[in-house]
């Protein structure tokens, strides 16, 4: 407990003194030499002087850049911290000439320690926040859709039941997920959409690689299993660590591993992207979702078409 504290305080400490008030060598205490930072789909890594460097500049567009560290989770050697940051736009940003409008900016950066610094960090936002305040974007005025009403609607559509599985340092993590689709054949692609308040959420973050396992029809224990907030999912499963780490649970009618690429803020999820490096499937029918609850297919007759 004594560890963790002295990180987090650590954090607290810098992050207040470089953002807060300009003072980023700081972070030199904190970053390994060798620190990357790793950001959206479109940026290049950074090293610890390009981070410094962003730093000052977007402190010269915002000189009253206030962050404040909402909430810091432990998870072995590496920390999530969810954060929001607000100033005012009073200097050239991103070609954007001041406009003196306030800016608030929310997101989470996944740390990993080394030896006692920190020595990769990955950091995901919602960029629109940024560029509806800026002026740069706007959004349509018109009221919200019903909540229950996009539910129900979605409720409608049919779907596969996937587990997305990941290594966590030799301990296995994954969680239910039917928001699964292909992109791309050529090359093959995929995509996955995460809950970020799952705790299976910062150790997808952090990983090169996922599996993704589309349950067969007699896995409804294993659905139920992964949809709940079970502290070991994986006790009494039967499960292989897949060619890159990944446990690919035993019995699912196919299985990838997927070489993660992108991570995307969307909401309240993220979306993962990745390429596929591995796959399997067996002549066993799908388990299906719809509209709340689960079904055997295996009986049914396809339509002429």
Same mark, same amino acid.
């Given at each position: 407990?004594?560890?963790?504290?002295?990180?987090?305080?650590?954090?607290?400490?810098?992050?207040?003194?470089?953002?807060?008030?300009?003072?980023?060598?700081?972070?030199?205490?904190?970053?390994?030499?060798?620190?990357?930072?790793?950001?959206?789909?479109?940026?290049?890594?950074?090293?610890?002087?390009?981070?410094?460097?962003?730093?000052?500049?977007?402190?010269?567009?915002?000189?009253?850049?206030?962050?404040?560290?909402?909430?810091?989770?432990?998870?072995?050697?590496?920390?999530?911290?969810?954060?929001?940051?607000?100033?005012?736009?009073?200097?050239?940003?991103?070609?954007?000439?001041?406009?003196?409008?306030?800016?608030?900016?929310?997101?989470?950066?996944?740390?990993?320690?080394?030896?006692? #610094?920190? !020595?990769?960090?990955?950091?995901?936002? %919602? $960029?629109?926040?940024? /560029?509806?305040?800026?002026?740069?974007?706007? =959004? @349509?005025?018109?009221?919200?859709?019903?909540?229950?009403?996009?539910?129900?609607?979605?409720?409608?559509?049919?779907?596969?039941?996937?587990?997305?599985?990941?290594?966590?340092?030799?301990?296995?993590?994954?969680?239910? #997920?039917? !928001?699964?689709?292909?992109?791309?054949? %050529? $090359?093959?692609?995929? /995509?996955?959409?995460?809950?970020?308040?799952? =705790? @299976?959420?910062?150790?997808?973050?952090?990983?090169?690689?996922?599996?993704?396992?589309?349950?067969?029809?007699?896995?409804?224990?294993?659905?139920?299993?992964?949809?709940?907030?079970?502290?070991?999912?994986?006790?009494?499963?039967?499960?292989?660590?897949?060619?890159?780490?990944? $446990?690919?649970?035993?019995?699912?009618?196919?299985?990838?591993?997927?070489?993660?690429?992108?991570?995307?803020?969307?909401?309240?999820?993220?979306?993962?992207?990745?390429?596929?490096?591995?796959?399997?499937?067996?002549?066993?029918?799908?388990?299906?979702?719809?509209?709340?609850?689960?079904?055997?297919?295996?009986?049914?007759?396809?339509?002429?078409?």
């Amino acid at each position: 407990m004594t560890h963790t504290l002295d990180r987090t305080a650590r954090i607290r400490s810098a992050w207040q003194a470089a953002w807060d008030q300009g003072r980023v060598e700081a972070l030199d205490e904190l970053l390994s030499p060798g620190y990357v930072r790793r950001r959206g789909p479109a940026a290049a890594p950074q090293d610890r002087e390009q981070f410094k460097n962003s730093v000052r500049a977007i402190r010269e567009a915002f000189p009253d850049l206030h962050t404040e560290i909402e909430e810091i989770v432990e998870d072995g050697e590496g920390l999530a911290i969810r954060w929001r940051s607000t100033g005012s736009h009073t200097g050239d940003f991103l070609g954007v000439p001041p406009t003196g409008r306030p800016v608030e900016v929310s997101g989470a950066t996944f740390t990993h320690f080394d030896g006692g #610094v920190i !020595a990769e960090e990955w950091v995901t936002w %919602d $960029p629109r926040q940024l /560029l509806e305040a800026l002026g740069i974007i706007t =959004t @349509t005025q018109e009221a919200a859709v019903d909540a229950d009403l996009v539910r129900g609607v979605h409720r409608k559509f049919i779907t596969g039941v996937t587990v997305v599985t990941t290594d966590d340092g030799g301990t296995p993590r994954g969680l239910a #997920v039917n !928001a699964f689709s292909s992109i791309s054949l %050529d $090359p093959p692609m995929v /995509l996955v959409c995460v809950q970020r308040s799952s =705790t @299976t959420h910062p150790a997808l973050h952090r990983a090169t690689h996922l599996g993704i396992n589309i349950l067969a029809a007699g896995q409804l224990d294993v659905a139920k299993v992964f949809a709940s907030k079970s502290d070991d999912k994986f006790a009494g499963l039967s499960w292989t660590a897949g060619t890159h780490g990944a $446990p690919l649970i035993d019995g699912s009618c196919a299985q990838l591993e997927v070489e993660i690429g992108e991570r995307l803020e969307a909401g309240s999820h993220t979306v993962f992207t990745g390429r596929v490096v591995a796959a399997r499937h067996e002549d066993l029918a799908p388990l299906v979702y719809s509209g709340g609850g689960f079904f055997d297919i295996s009986n049914t007759a396809p339509l002429p078409w």
